[in-house]
């Protein structure tokens, strides 16, 4: 089986190399000390999924020499430097990795928060540099009872309102895209009306940059905040209109300013740089080992599930907008589409329909559970060729009917989502559900109640219930030097009986042979994700 090209175009920490190199199916290029025009002209061609960060722009030259490209993942958040309506027109799925710098980002924004109240880096800099013991000229106010304005409720505001509560803070948040209930988990106030957060003592900033929220804070809203204000902004350049935050800070309106990210960067020549009631810092909401090494980690696992078709998490051109779905929809997402590439590879043929039901809450986003597992069923046969962007022509094109249906909460979980598969062949049905927002469960296959994670080289072995199979199957998996790293079972009450087996290492047909040669084998399938 030939290797899928996986090119690294800037660079990454070495864990995120390691996982690549590591998977047999991927042949990794790192091209990051490659000069730009090289990895244009000779290297990027043979790239299937190309990971970058903000040193390669992905515009036309770009991808007019991707010529194979599916996928491209941005090693971070800002996707500034890649033409994403372009990708979408040549079916190139767009990914970024939004979360692995929160914790970073947000322990930036207490850091400046701390810094604003109690002037740190000038009191630093006076002793150290200065060599001056003033402490009369360093007076500050404290974090308790002072009230935050949390404009944004996403992965990074919401744990900074969770920090600001652990200092005794009055936090209310304004995020229209998100549930109240949200506010209300985290003990903190909600709000609808934006006064409520120009009224507050400090204001924190942690929304998307897009047309909605640039220049979001400007001169019209600083006039109607309270004198002495404290903004911060460690989440993108522009939010704050910087003209308007450069008087409010010169006027004295704007008592204190935490400043990570500007409009324009490098910032070296800036005029906030001059002002003596700004903290700064060139942009290092990222910069932390941790924060680099989880970067890296799941922008390789990114690549890789992409590379092979398995999923494409965090997709940014997809007909949904996955930034603004509630966190525990996700999960399920990309649940469904391992379940479809799971029943396609069970059937292993040509599939007739596949009939989705959600059961539960996430019965809400029927059409997008649809749509990924479809791509999931699709990705089997036809690899590539198909993805978010144009799964419904495909299955048009191939008579395969996409079906979903709502049905009545009655399994038990919260949360429960099922796929029908129909080929030329046969069906196979499977069912899962989520737990905790992040656990991934496979809890039915046809009629058998199991509990299995949707990962790796898995055997579906269905068989007579009668003594000594599982002996038979483990004795066959270990005289073909295999390990068993995980065996779940389900019975029926037909006396039949269905393990998954999961194997490190590759299966080969001779061991499903062996397999199948077992009197009490009814018939043996592989499916790997």
């Not at 479809?374 to 996409?402: C, H, K, P, T, W």
Request: net charge negative; charged share 25%.
């Amino acid at each position: 089986m030939s290797k899928i090209t996986v090119v690294v175009c800037d660079h990454i920490h070495q864990t995120g190399l390691d996982l690549l190199a590591q998977d047999a199916g991927i042949e990794m290029i790192n091209a990051a000390d490659e000069p730009k025009e090289k990895l244009i002209s000779e290297i990027i061609q043979r790239a299937d999924v190309a990971i970058t960060r903000s040193s390669t722009d992905v515009d036309e030259k770009f991808l007019n020499s991707a010529t194979k490209i599916k996928a491209i993942v941005r090693a971070g958040v800002g996707v500034d430097n890649v033409d994403i309506e372009g990708c979408s027109k040549l079916g190139i799925v767009v990914m970024n990795v939004p979360t692995a710098n929160t914790i970073a980002a947000v322990e930036l924004t207490m850091a400046h928060m701390l810094s604003c109240v109690r002037k740190f880096p000038y009191a630093h800099n006076n002793l150290k540099l200065d060599r001056v013991w003033r402490r009369q000229d360093w007076y500050g106010t404290e974090l308790k009872d002072k009230s935050l304005g949390v404009i944004g409720l996403g992965n990074i505001g919401s744990r900074v309102a969770s920090r600001a509560k652990a200092f005794e803070m009055n936090v209310i948040a304004y995020d229209p895209y998100v549930d109240s209930s949200k506010a209300s988990h985290l003990d903190i106030a909600y709000t609808q009306n934006f006064e409520d957060i120009l009224a507050c003592d400090i204001i924190t900033i942690h929304t998307p940059k897009n047309e909605e929220t640039i220049g979001m804070i400007g001169s019209d809203e600083i006039a109607r905040m309270k004198d002495d204000v404290i903004l911060i902004n460690c989440a993108r350049g522009g939010l704050y209109d910087e003209e308007a935050l450069l008087e409010g800070l010169k006027s004295g309106k704007i008592a204190m300013a935490g400043i990570d990210v500007f409009n324009k960067e490098p910032a070296i020549d800036h005029p906030l740089l001059d002002l003596d009631n700004v903290t700064v810092t060139p942009h290092l909401g990222a910069n932390t080992r941790e924060s680099q090494r989880n970067i890296a980690e799941q922008a390789a696992q990114q690549a890789i599930d992409a590379a092979k078709g398995i999923s494409y998490p965090n997709a940014l051109n997809l007909p949904i907008r996955e930034n603004e779905l509630p966190d525990y929809v996700r999960p399920f997402l990309e649940l469904i589409q391992k379940m479809g590439h799971m029943s396609a590879q069970v059937t292993k043929s040509a599939v007739r329909s596949i009939k989705v039901t959600a059961e539960g809450e996430i019965g809400d986003y029927i059409e997008s559970l649809a749509t990924f597992a479809a791509v999931g069923a699709l990705s089997e046969s036809i690899g590539d060729q198909v993805n978010y962007v144009n799964v419904e022509f495909v299955a048009r094109e191939r008579d395969m009917e996409i079906l979903k249906e709502v049905g009545p909460n009655v399994s038990g979980f919260h949360n429960k989502v099922k796929i029908k598969l129909i080929t030329q062949k046969g069906h196979v049905s499977i069912a899962g559900t989520v737990f905790d927002e992040s656990v991934q469960r496979i809890v039915e296959i046809d009629e058998y109640d199991l509990d299995v994670e949707p990962k790796g080289n898995m055997i579906f072995f269905r068989n007579t219930d009668t003594p000594g199979v599982i002996g038979d199957v483990g004795r066959i998996i270990a005289e073909n030097s295999l390990n068993i790293s995980d065996f779940r079972l389900g019975r029926a009450k037909t006396g039949l009986a269905l393990a998954v087996v999961r194997i490190d290492g590759q299966i080969d047909k001779k061991v499903l042979d062996q397999l199948s040669a077992l009197d009490a084998c009814i018939d043996v399938s592989y499916a790997s994700l």
